[in-house]
């Protein structure tokens, strides 16, 4: 379940940078990585290495935000940005963001640069291998009185599948209004070869009616923190493939 939780990293991180508090690290001293609780989250495409998103977003040892600008962190030897976005009601968002980090040597090595000049080894992670899309066998278009079945094999690295349902509504005191409900996916761990079955018996029923299957297989990878961080300190990689079926 642990992993789990991870699944949609760049969200995860945005809402806690939101809802944490500052910490008083912002204005006083760091020169220890100790006082430190770093998140490294990236997102890498699966056909290709190249142009993938980091963020990172550093805490004190009680979960409350850093937001230090004369902290600097470096991957592969390119800056991440500090980053502040302003949100609603005069709340903002601290973090460093880094849209185009490419691997090096197949790996994304951080490093850390603290107000008083000292450089260190932050983390490190291996990029996920590509995988082709096309090793995907599905129909687009789903029939409500069959089962569904949807197969993949050479999906090196792919661990789990999430799959979200998107229902019509049935509303018999208004029959001539079409609304519709988005469920939350519910996921699987799979291998790199299988298949999965969706039974028709829950594709129809008195209230609902499917109308969209969707389908995300995530690759996911946990890498190496310095152990000079503070506890809970992470780094991961998440890479997905989607793909759509319509029951209309």
Same mark, same amino acid.
């Given at each position: &379940?642990?992993?789990?939780?991870?699944?949609?990293? *760049?969200?995860?991180?945005? %809402?806690? $940078?939101?809802?944490?508090? /500052?910490?008083?690290?912002?204005?006083?001293?760091?020169?220890?990585?100790?006082?430190?609780? $770093?998140? *490294?989250? %990236?997102?890498?495409?699966?056909?290709?290495?190249? =142009?993938?998103?980091?963020?990172?977003?550093?805490?004190? /040892?009680?979960?409350? %935000?850093?937001?230090?600008?004369?902290?600097?962190?470096?991957?592969?030897?390119? /800056?991440?940005?500090? @980053?502040?976005?302003?949100?609603?009601?005069?709340? !903002?968002?601290?973090?460093?963001?880094?849209?185009?980090?490419?691997?090096?040597?197949?790996?994304?090595?951080?490093?850390?640069?603290?107000?008083?000049?000292?450089?260190?080894?932050? $983390?490190?992670?291996? $990029?996920?291998?590509?995988?082709?899309?096309?090793?995907?066998?599905? @129909?687009e278009t789903g029939n409500l009185n069959k089962d569904y079945e949807i197969t993949w094999k050479e999906? @090196?690295?792919?661990?789990?599948?999430?799959?979200?349902?998107?229902?019509?509504?049935?509303?018999?005191? /208004?029959?001539? +209004?079409? @609304?519709?409900?988005?469920h939350m996916p519910d996921t699987i761990s799979i291998h790199s070869e299988g298949r999965?079955?969706?039974?028709?018996?829950?594709?129809?029923?008195?209230?609902?009616?499917?109308?969209?299957?969707?389908?995300?297989?995530?690759?996911?990878? +946990?890498?190496?923190? !310095?152990?000079?961080?503070?506890?809970?300190? !992470? +780094?991961?990689? &998440?890479?997905?493939? =989607?793909?759509?079926?319509?029951?209309?």
């Amino acid at each position: &379940m642990e992993k789990l939780k991870k699944l949609f990293p *760049i969200c995860c991180m945005l %809402i806690t $940078a939101l809802s944490c508090d /500052e910490s008083k690290l912002s204005k006083g001293p760091v020169n220890s990585l100790s006082l430190i609780r $770093a998140e *490294i989250n %990236i997102t890498q495409r699966l056909h290709s290495k190249i =142009e993938n998103q980091v963020v990172v977003s550093l805490f004190d /040892e009680e979960g409350k %935000i850093i937001k230090k600008d004369s902290i600097k962190i470096y991957v592969n030897g390119a /800056e991440v940005r500090y @980053t502040v976005r302003q949100g609603l009601y005069y709340t !903002s968002s601290t973090y460093y963001l880094k849209d185009s980090a490419n691997p090096k040597n197949n790996q994304f090595n951080f490093e850390i640069v603290l107000p008083d000049g000292k450089k260190s080894f932050l $983390a490190e992670v291996d $990029a996920l291998d590509l995988v082709n899309g096309q090793n995907i066998s599905y @129909t687009e278009t789903g029939n409500l009185n069959k089962d569904y079945e949807i197969t993949w094999k050479e999906l @090196t690295g792919v661990n789990y599948l999430a799959i979200a349902r998107t229902l019509k509504v049935k509303k018999q005191e /208004e029959p001539n +209004i079409t @609304t519709y409900e988005e469920h939350m996916p519910d996921t699987i761990s799979i291998h790199s070869e299988g298949r999965h079955v969706i039974s028709k018996s829950t594709f129809d029923n008195p209230t609902h009616q499917v109308n969209i299957l969707s389908f995300r297989f995530i690759a996911q990878k +946990i890498g190496k923190v !310095s152990p000079e961080l503070a506890k809970g300190s !992470s +780094i991961s990689i &998440m890479g997905s493939i =989607e793909r759509s079926v319509s029951f209309e």
